[in-house]
């Protein structure tokens, strides 16, 4: 069956440093990849979506990378504050022909002035 | 603008209670999703309308799940008979057009929580 696999447990990070995610999925031919930050009490806030033909796509100090060999996509938020303190979601289309997306469990991460 | 707004933001119920949540997407959003979310999980794919028209209702959990969309708007998604495995996070989504990769803007979500 379709799987898509999100470290469960906290990431915990120092203000300043880079934070890497990483998203795994078995079962999937995703045409692209969403990722998603969610806030407690709040829905999840699209941030970025990367194509299965793009390596890497960046925006300011948020960078996702795609490989459909390793079926993975990693989440980099480089020079890490506070703020960034959230869980993180990636999701896939779900081959419907819609935008029916399928999303992993979420990663939380923790960012320490 | 308005973003997705859902009502009420919390909901307790008593098993074996009818409840009823509202969504009002962004005005002129065409694609509408229901999702729910279980505690620590990522949102599950309920159902999804394109206007008036539900295409897809192949994560609604049981015939006690009901979601309608009659005027191509506000959505209202019911469920009856209420189970306390019902007690998660109901999330709507609306998005500008049914293309596969347009972005999907989120509501706050209903709480709700079955005793």
């Known amino acids: 069956s379709q799987k898509i696999e999100q470290n469960s447990e906290a990431l915990n990070i120092q203000e300043g440093k880079t934070a890497t995610l990483t998203c795994n999925y078995t079962n999937y031919s995703p045409a692209y990849l969403q990722w998603y930050r969610q806030d407690p009490g709040r829905g999840p806030v699209f941030l970025l979506l990367?194509?299965?033909?793009?390596k890497e796509k960046r925006k300011e100090r948020l960078k996702v990378t795609f490989d459909t060999t390793l079926k993975q996509s990693l989440f980099h938020i480089t020079a890490s504050q506070p703020a960034d303190s959230a869980t993180y979601l990636c999701?896939?289309?779900?081959?419907?022909?819609?935008?029916?997306?399928?999303f992993g469990t979420g990663t939380r991460l923790l960012v320490s002035p | 603008g308005a973003g997705v707004s859902q009502s009420p933001r919390y909901k307790v119920a008593k098993r074996g209670q009818d409840v009823a949540l509202r969504c009002d997407p962004i005005s002129g959003h065409v694609s509408l999703f229901w999702y729910q979310q279980a505690l620590g999980q990522g949102p599950e794919f309920l159902t999804y309308?394109?206007?008036?028209?539900?295409?897809?209702k192949s994560g609604l959990p049981s015939d006690r799940f009901f979601a309608e969309r009659p005027e191509g708007s506000v959505s209202t998604l019911k469920i009856q008979r209420t189970q306390q495995e019902d007690s998660a996070v109901y999330l709507c989504a609306s998005s500008l057009s049914p293309d596969t990769q347009e972005t999907q803007y989120f509501g706050p979500g209903t709480r709700l929580l079955v005793l």
């Open positions: 309308f394109q206007n008036e028209a539900q295409l897809d």
């Open positions: 999701a896939l289309e779900g081959n419907t022909g819609f935008q029916k997306l399928v």
């Open positions: 990367i194509r299965e033909n793009e």
